[in-house]
Every structure is written in C-alpha cells, then in structure tokens.
C-alpha cells in the first residue's frame, strides 16, 4: 500500500527539486552553494537556472539508494563565482606564421611570399637524445615548399626577399617508413569492422564545474551537437597529476608500480610500467601521448621519466626546447600552443587515415596555476571539434575530453566548495553512432555510470575491454576498477573503489535526534511555511500544527575533505589533516506529520547557526503520503494546493 501511495504521488509530481545547501567558511568568509542527490528519499531535484544558459542546467537523475551522494554544485553559484573573472582573448603574433605543415609536408605560406617575396629556408630536425635532453640535428639548406619532414619537430630559419627574417618551432607527423610498415603486418581483414581509435585531449587541473564556467563553447557542443556523455560522480584517487593519470594508462597507483623515483634505492625508468598504450600497439595501433611544460613532465619530475620514447610519436622532444627557444607565453609565431597540440591530433588523421590510433594529450599551461585563463583556449577547442565532426576523424573514434582533478593552487581551492571540485575533475566520453548501435547494452550501462561513483580505474578497465569487446568481463563491488561497459552498483563506496577518505568526495547525511532543538526549530519553520502557503485560503484551509517529526538527518561533507590542507610529503602519499574549515550552515532533511489531517511532508531546509536563520524554498516540499478527499474544497479551483490545504469542513 505505501508503495502505491509513493507512486501515486510520483505520478502526481513530476518534478525535480534544487536542494540547497550553503556552507561557510569561518576564516574565509566564503560561501558554498551545493546541491546533493538524495538517499533513502521520496524527493526530486529541479536545478534553479536564473541567470545561466539554458543548456547548462542540471539534468542529473536522482539514484534512490545509492551508497556515495556527490555534491551537484552549481558553477554559477556566487559564492564560487567571485573567483571568477573575464579573460582577453589570447594575442600571439599579429602576422600568420611563415611555415605550415600538412600530412608531414612543410608548405610556405602563400601570404608571407606574397607580402615578403620569395623565402630561403634551412631546417634544424629536432632529435630526442634522452628524456630531458633534445638536440639539433645537422641543418637542410635550402629546402622548398614542399619538403617531407624526416623528424616530427624542427627548427627552421627563414630570409625573405625583402630582408624580413623568420624562425620558428614547428611540429608536424613525419612519414616513418618502418612504422608503416608494422602496421600494415598487423593489418586485421578487410571484413572485419574497424577498431576504435581513441582520441584523448586534457587540459591539467580543472575540476567539471570549472569546465563549464571556462569552457561553455567546447561543453556545450561536446553535450549538445556529439551528445558527449560527461560522468557527473568521477573522483580522483589521489594527489597530482601522476595520481589521476598513472591508474588511467596503467591501471595501478603509483606505489604499485615499480618504485621509479629520482634518488629513490632501485628506482628504474617508468618504461617496464603496463602502459595501456603497449597493449594497443599490438593491437596494430599507432600510438601518440604528449603534454606541454617540458621542464617538468608527469613521468620526469619526480620520475626517471623513459629510456625509449614510450608511444610511436611524443612530444616531448618538441616541448623540451620550446621551453628553451625563448618564445611567448603561449604562443609558437601566431600559432598558438594548444592549438598546435590540436593540429598534431589532427596530423595523426592525415598520415595514418585507415589505422587504428591511440591518442592523448595534455596541455597544462593555461590550467595548471590560474583557472581563468582556460577561456582563452575556448574557441579553438570548440573549432577543433567541429573540424574533427566535419571532417569524419570521430566516425570511428572514442572522444574523450578530460581533466586530472580541479584546481589545486588557487584561491578557489579555500573554499569548501572548491575542495570538492578539486576531487571531482572533468571526464566526458562520445562514441561514434555504429558503435551505440552495435553496442546498445554497453552504451546504456555508460549513460547510468554518468550518475555513479566513478574513478581513472574505471577508465583502464574501459580501455581494455575495447580491445576486445567480445570479452564479457563480470565486475562487482569488490572489483577497484570496473568497466564504464558495466552497470556499476549503487552500492559502490569510495572504500570499494579504494579511495582515501580525504579525497572521497561523497557526502554523508548524518542522523540527528529529534529531541535536539536546532532539529525542533527547523521543523516548526516547515510547518509555518505550509501554512505560508495556504494562508490566502484560510477560510477554507486548516491551520496545520506540528503533531510529530518522523525522522532528521545533516547532510555533511566528509571530515577529512574539510580537514585535509595538501599532501605533507614531496610524492602525495602523505595527507595533512591539519585545515580549519568548519560550516556554520547545516543541512537537514526532516520528515514531519501534521494535524489535522494526518499528512506528511518531507523537506531539505538550510539553518544558518550564525543568526539562527532558515532557508526553504516552497517548492522544496513534498507530501509523502495520499491527502484523498481532504483538500477537496480547493481540488479543482486551486490544485496546486492540494497537497497541502486539510479543509475545514471536511465530506
């Protein structure tokens, strides 16, 4: 019977509700707006948008039962929204660069010739030496419009007719003989369907609320035009790039894996590591990885880095002298570093068109220490994308557009609210249409994982069983890393997906009793404002009193979340527990029954202990059990006040 009065009042509300919860930070001052799922709950969310695009609002499904609440915060909240500011486009040099390079080929400009007169060109090959070392290869004078790279990156020295002079860095993807020659001696028959490739593109340190705030163009294209899948409950497992990145290309965290660090007894390269790359290589991949900010590097700073170039093409030969030429902050000429990432993705297309390829990439530069700047690389990315689309290089692609974990350095990070970002980064996945049709069980299961706890485990586990689909591997709660293929259980907690519990970021609701007088005050505030709500119909509408709570839970970030201040130790291994943020905002869920009349209602209200003050939308409210015959006195004039007008005069 209960469940059928629960449906029946489902049936009647279909309707979400925004659950508000503002915590303050007592040293700073700052204010976090969030909005948790709920558990054990009859209730819906709805999602405020005023003021925000409409393509940005929350159309996250409540999961009744689940065991981890992630926080759905608002990225527009002004609380986290005062750390925000507009960012100028990008300015690198005002006249286009003098060289370009298409499928390996170096091509003069036609505007620069036309605007300087005929160029004389010498080359410079880059050579990669070891992992921190990149040399200059002997010059090629002289060369024309038209050279065939023999070496992806170069240098190059440029006199025009006029005396105007040009040098520059470029990249490009350079013919490898043997190369093609392996792939095409691993090349799988004609009738069988072509692999996937995977083409992953990061930007380092921003969290899915700063995505959407710095990045509206790209995300809304990603969600809208490629119906992108953006995982709403992905959590880091730990401190740092190397953290979020190592459990994606291995599989294991860093101290599972051979001890690699600088200085360390034993400590080896990181090239006997079971890089995910291998296993696609042979597969008969080609295979690419890089990232910007050479002087640094995930596997080098702390690491030995490799002794071999680990992928078919790196980059970090290119970025080892970038950082030593002595150009612009982010820019190559007029080229624009990202941008020149994405163009090195795209080269991938043009040199290896019918063969499988295993991308990624992972740009740090405007990320890493100021959030803001991320806007400036919003158009490009969002060009990048439409160019790919339009060009077919997604027919036949897993996108994958990410993060390591928000934002670590910064202002934002004081806040309650951004401690929660930095542990939930941004991780979306399109697949191509034959695919979601080949696949509809695997694809349905990656739209319910959207909602559900999910780590870098999970996407190694994904990785793998797209390497043969055919493989049905069973995963349960005990499996650290399972499949996006895969359902994954509700009841999945962050100890399950071994996370540490100062980077869980799953919220807790917290029983109180109902004798405690802050849980009293709150539901009399619920009751006044019922009766808010009915008021204008007093004549005809009772005045509800409250006849028992029910039930009282808090809802609460973990402790260690809002104790932990940074890793105590060089590595990340070592947490400090030792900040000072406390709220003085607390969200409770109470359930009440009111006379006359029997009815019950449940609502999530916020209570400032600062001034003793309350915070409830009306819409908030939720009648939880069958109100019958009882408002029949407004049940067809006024029916919106059917579930909370008890008639005076009753049939």
Not at 541 to 560: F, G, S
Request: with cysteine; aromatic share 12%; charged share 25%.
């Amino acid at each position: 019977m209960l469940a059928m009065c629960l449906r029946g009042l489902l049936r009647q509300r279909r309707r979400t509700i925004f659950i508000a919860a503002t915590f303050m930070i007592t040293v700073s001052g700052y204010f976090l707006l969030f909005k948790p799922s709920m558990r054990n709950t009859q209730m819906h969310r709805r999602v405020l948008s005023q003021g925000r695009p409409a393509f940005l609002e929350n159309k996250s499904k409540v999961e009744v039962n689940q065991t981890c609440v992630h926080p759905q915060m608002d990225p527009f909240d002004p609380s986290i929204y005062q750390f925000y500011h507009k960012e100028s486009p990008l300015q690198c040099a005002s006249e286009p660069n003098w060289i370009s390079v298409l499928n390996g080929t170096v091509l003069f400009e036609d505007s620069a010739i036309k605007k300087h007169g005929q160029l004389t060109c010498s080359l410079w090959p880059m050579i990669r030496d070891d992992d921190f070392n990149t040399v200059y290869g002997a010059p090629i004078m002289k060369i024309k419009s038209g050279y065939k790279l023999k070496s992806d990156f170069f240098k190059i020295d440029c006199n025009a007719k006029d005396g105007e002079k040009y040098v520059n860095l470029h990249s490009g993807i350079s013919f490898n003989a043997n190369l093609h020659r392996r792939i095409k001696r691993m090349k799988q028959p004609e009738n069988k369907h072509p692999k996937l490739d995977v083409l992953m593109f990061g930007f380092d340190s921003v969290s899915r609320m700063s995505w959407i705030r710095n990045l509206p163009k790209s995300y809304k294209y990603f969600t809208e035009v490629l119906n992108g899948v953006v995982l709403e409950g992905y959590n880091i497992v730990g401190d740092g790039t190397p953290q979020a990145l190592l459990p994606i290309l291995t599989g294991k965290t860093e101290p599972e894996l051979p001890e690699a660090r600088r200085g360390k007894p034993g400590a080896k390269t990181v090239d006997g590591h079971p890089w995910i790359w291998k296993q696609y290589r042979e597969k008969g991949y080609v295979t690419q990885w890089g990232e910007d900010g050479g002087f640094i590097g995930t596997f080098q700073y702390r690491m030995l880095g490799f002794i071999d170039p680990p992928v078919d093409h790196f980059y970090r030969p290119f970025e080892l002298l970038v950082g030593k030429h002595g150009t612009p902050s982010f820019c190559l000429g007029s080229l624009p570093r990202h941008k020149n990432m994405l163009n090195w993705i795209s080269g991938m297309y043009t040199m290896y068109k019918d063969n499988p390829k295993f991308m990624f990439m992972f740009h740090s530069e405007f990320s890493h220490e100021a959030m803001n700047a991320l806007q400036k690389a919003d158009d490009d990315l969002y060009t990048w994308l439409k160019h790919i689309h339009k060009n077919g290089y997604l027919d036949n692609a897993l996108l994958i557009l990410m993060s390591d974990h928000g934002a670590r350095f910064q202002d934002i990070r004081k806040s309650i609210q951004g401690k929660l970002e930095e542990r939930m980064p941004y991780f979306g996945l399109r697949f191509p249409e034959w695919f979601e049709k080949r696949y509809p069980n695997e694809i349905k299961n990656l739209q319910i994982n959207r909602h559900r706890l999910t780590t870098p485990f999970d996407i190694h586990e994904t990785f793998e069983q797209l390497l043969d689909m055919s493989k049905n591997k069973e995963f349960t709660t005990s499996n650290r890393g399972i499949s996006l293929f895969q359902e994954i259980p509700k009841a999945r907690s962050c100890q399950d997906a071994d996370i540490e519990p100062h980077w869980c970021a799953c919220l807790n609701w917290v029983t109180a009793s109902n004798e405690d007088p802050d849980v009293v005050k709150v539901a009399g505030y619920l009751v006044n404002k019922i009766n808010k709500i009915t008021e204008q119909q007093r004549s005809e509408c009772d005045e509800l009193h409250l006849h028992h709570i029910v039930n009282a839970v808090m809802l609460k970030p973990n402790d260690k979340v809002l104790k932990f201040k940074k890793s105590a130790d060089y590595d990340g291994r070592i947490p400090d527990l030792s900040d000072d943020l406390t709220s003085t905002h607390i969200l409770y869920q109470v359930t009440i029954v009111t006379m006359p009349g029997g009815g019950q209602f449940e609502s999530t209200i916020m209570h400032s202990k600062e001034d003793d003050s309350f915070k409830l939308n009306e819409r908030d409210i939720s009648r939880i059990n069958k109100y019958g015959n009882a408002p029949h006195c407004v049940m067809t004039r006024l029916p919106h006040l059917r579930p909370y007008c008890y008639c005076k005069i009753q049939k």
